[in-house]
């Protein structure tokens, strides 16, 4: 079931690059495997799948032990400070940074183990009450106050769109998303790692490949619904 899902939406992806003119390795699949257990991951990773995502650290804690240490780690999630240790090192890359503060810890813990950590910048482009993500107000500082951590690396800039059924109305924010990205590249001293955009999920992933996602997060497509227990 995961290998024959998996196959469709690498199928729905190739077909997105070929309309878009890009080519097929501009852009990486983060299958997202959050509350699923170690075995669908397992059953992915025989797929060909390598590169996983996950919105609570204790997940990532939990499973990695169990599966193949080839495996990459990408945090999506909401970041609270004291899970920061955990996934410093553990994830290559953290999507989720939206404020100084965890900037800040961050910084801290990657300093302790002596490594550079990998992060995205997180935007609440659709700037919604309800949403994750620094403001577009605040996104130019936020990009100072990183770049000046020493260990830090800021490889780009995430989001996710409004939610909706019809994956046109995702495009405006993609198409925002990569202007922001031009724009505060313009900022950085060094905008040579500053190139990544993640954006895209199972109801939008082919739109936002069209508009230059370098990372679709994609689940529910892949893994099938998701039940959380209350
Ligand atoms: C859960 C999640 C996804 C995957 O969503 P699907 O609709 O299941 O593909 C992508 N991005 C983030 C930030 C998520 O939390």
Same mark, same amino acid.
């Given at each position: 079931?995961?290998?024959?899902?998996?196959? *469709?939406?690498?199928?729905?992806?190739? *077909?997105?690059?070929?309309?878009?003119?890009?080519?097929?390795?501009?852009?990486q699949?983060?299958?997202?495997?959050? *509350?699923k257990?170690? &075995?669908?991951?397992?059953?992915?990773?025989?797929?060909?799948? $390598?590169?996983?995502?996950?919105?609570?650290?204790?997940?990532?804690?939990?499973?990695?032990?169990?599966?193949?240490?080839?495996?990459?780690?990408?945090?999506?999630?909401?970041?609270?400070?004291?899970?920061?240790?955990?996934?410093?090192?553990?994830?290559?890359?953290?999507? +989720?940074?939206?404020?100084?503060?965890?900037?800040?810890?961050i910084?801290?813990?990657?300093?302790?183990?002596?490594?550079?950590?990998?992060?995205?910048?997180?935007?609440?482009?659709?700037?919604?009450?309800?949403?994750?993500?620094?403001?577009?107000?605040? !996104?130019?500082?936020?990009?100072?106050?990183? &770049?000046?951590?020493?260990?830090?690396? !800021?490889?780009? !800039?995430?989001?996710?769109?409004?939610? *909706?059924?019809?994956?046109?109305?995702?495009?405006?924010?993609?198409?925002?998303?990569?202007?922001?990205?031009?724009e505060?590249?313009?900022?950085?001293?060094?905008?040579?790692?500053? $190139?990544?955009?993640?954006?895209?999920?199972?109801?939008?992933?082919?739109?936002?490949?069209?508009?230059?996602?370098?990372?679709?997060?994609?689940?529910? +497509?892949?893994?099938?619904?998701?039940?959380?227990?209350?």
């Open positions: 079931m995961i290998a024959e899902n998996l196959k *469709t939406v690498e199928e729905r992806i190739r *077909t997105a690059c070929l309309r878009a003119g890009r080519p097929r390795d501009s852009v699949l983060i299958a997202v495997s959050k *509350t257990p170690a &075995e669908a991951v397992a059953e992915a990773y025989a797929a060909g799948q $390598r590169l996983f995502g996950e919105n609570h650290a204790q997940e990532i804690v939990a499973k990695a032990p169990q599966l193949p240490k080839d495996i990459r780690w990408h945090f999506i999630g909401n970041l609270q400070k004291n899970k920061v240790k955990y996934l410093v090192g553990v994830a290559d890359l953290i999507h +989720s940074v939206n404020s100084e503060a965890i900037a800040a810890e910084e801290k813990q990657a300093a302790k183990r002596g490594l550079i950590q990998n992060v995205l910048l997180e935007v609440n482009v659709a700037e919604e009450a309800s949403k994750q993500g620094a403001s577009l107000e605040a !996104l130019g500082s936020l990009l100072s106050f990183c &770049e000046a951590q020493p260990h830090l690396r !800021l490889c780009g !800039l995430m989001a996710v769109a409004p939610l *909706t059924e019809d994956p046109e109305e995702s495009r405006p924010y993609f198409i925002r998303l990569r202007q922001l990205r031009e505060l590249a313009k900022q950085l001293k060094d905008p040579s790692s500053f $190139r990544e955009l993640s954006m895209g999920m199972s109801g939008d992933f082919e739109v936002a490949v069209e508009e230059g996602a370098t990372y679709i997060r994609v689940g529910t +497509s892949i893994f099938g619904p998701r039940y959380y227990s209350v």
